[in-house]
């Protein structure tokens, strides 16, 4: 099992940006499937965003494919989620996670393969403010 390491989270006003990365060691990072996950208060962890770092295709749930971008930089083996507009609504704590047995297929099997999961890093807390 590699590691994962989330960073960018903070405090924005609404309508502003965020830049999540997710740094990834110990992975073969271009066998990957990478995700984005979030839990908001009161609600379950959601999966939102995915990438299969093998092709570059990548997923983003409706509810904020408006808004919301996953991109990756192979180079420095990270995963990025760019917030932009952000509502108070988005305020939780973003966790990435990485899924080495389904790559390779696309973003969409990807998202069903890391619904799954119950291995993440760390978390980076999000919040916004009114």
């Known amino acids: 099992q590699g590691q994962l390491a989330e960073s960018g989270g903070g405090s924005v006003q609404a309508g502003g940006s965020l830049r999540l990365s997710c740094k990834t060691s110990?992975?073969?990072?271009?066998?990957?499937?990478m995700g984005w996950f979030r839990q908001v208060s009161g609600k379950e962890r959601e999966l939102i965003a995915t990438?299969?770092?093998?092709?570059?295709?990548?997923y983003v749930i409706e509810a904020v494919s408006d808004r919301f971008t996953i991109s990756q930089d192979r180079a420095k083996e990270t995963t990025s989620l760019q917030m932009n507009h952000l509502v108070p609504e988005d305020a939780g704590i973003y966790y990435c996670?990485?899924?080495?047995?389904?790559?390779?297929?696309?973003?969409?099997?990807?998202?069903?393969?890391?619904?799954?999961?119950?291995?993440w890093g760390q978390g980076t807390q999000v919040t916004v403010s009114s």
């Open positions: 990438i299969d770092t093998a092709g570059g295709s990548d």
């Open positions: 110990g992975y073969y990072y271009r066998h990957l499937c």
């Open positions: 996670a990485a899924d080495a047995d389904s790559w390779g297929k696309s973003a969409r099997y990807c998202y069903e393969s890391l619904r799954d999961l119950s291995y």
